[in-house]
């Protein structure tokens, strides 16, 4: 394996499957399946996921809505989809802990660092939740704090385009995807990949990340095992 400790990072959106909003149980299965072959090959896997299923703060403080408001109900909004995740995969019998930046001692553990480095070391799947704990942060930067936390060798960030392109791809057929990319050109050229803050908290540290298509059966194990299914980002 080219990467043994993974952070994978889903968004929200992700959840939906073909719906308009809210949790696909059939999206929830497919993830819990896919998580379940990386445990085989003894990955130690930790997932945050957003949560523009439910809701997004910055579209709540763009519609008159105050942001520090708006992201708290964001970050609530995680921990609704992290506990739908993890349920998927223990259904499965994958063993599964939900920690939360934000206390809520009857639904989740409270994050601590150490105790989430023993779920690992103990072939658990951790899922972060509620973000960074704080207003005007995305899950982007909270997966990349997390991922620094925990010294993951790598970000995986799971999207529904196989990697980081030129040009739109669902709308110019011509375009280009990067099978490598670095950090510098990915913030020049304003590539949108994840916020600024994200990428130059992975880029400070020489975090690698890697932006794949998740919706192609067996892509994060291919990813994992460094074949070229997306786009490698690194310094």
Do not use: W
Not at 47 to 59: H, S, T
Not at 164 to 186: G, H, I, M, S, W
Not at 208 to 216: A, G, Y
Request: with cysteine; hydrophobic share 45%; charged share 20%.
């Amino acid at each position: 394996m080219k990467f043994k400790r993974v952070l994978l990072k889903i968004s929200g959106e992700a959840l939906m499957g073909s719906g308009a909003y809210g949790i696909s149980t059939d999206v929830v299965r497919y993830v819990a399946q896919e998580v379940q072959v990386l445990r085989t090959l003894r990955i130690e896997l930790a997932l945050v996921i957003g949560a523009g299923n439910i809701f997004r703060g910055v579209a709540g403080a763009a519609s008159g809505m105050d942001r520090s408001s708006a992201d708290n109900m964001g970050m609530l909004a995680t921990v609704m989809n992290s506990l739908a995740v993890q349920d998927g995969l223990q259904t499965l019998g994958i063993p599964t802990r939900v920690m939360s930046a934000i206390a809520m001692h009857n639904v989740c553990e409270p994050y601590e660092r150490l105790r989430a480095l023993e779920h690992l070391e103990n072939n658990r799947v951790v899922i972060f939740a509620a973000g960074t704990g704080n207003p005007y942060f995305t899950t982007d930067t909270a997966a990349v704090l997390r991922a620094l936390e925990i010294k993951a060798d790598v970000i995986m960030k799971a999207t529904r385009v196989d990697g980081v392109y030129d040009r739109d791809p669902e709308q110019d057929e011509n375009a280009v995807r990067f099978t490598t990319l670095t950090y510098k050109t990915v913030l020049r050229e304003d590539l949108r990949v994840m916020d600024a803050a994200g990428i130059s908290l992975a880029r400070d540290n020489g975090l690698p990340t890697l932006v794949f298509n998740m919706t192609v059966p067996g892509n994060i194990v291919r990813a994992v095992q460094g074949e070229d299914v997306g786009t490698l980002i690194t310094n």
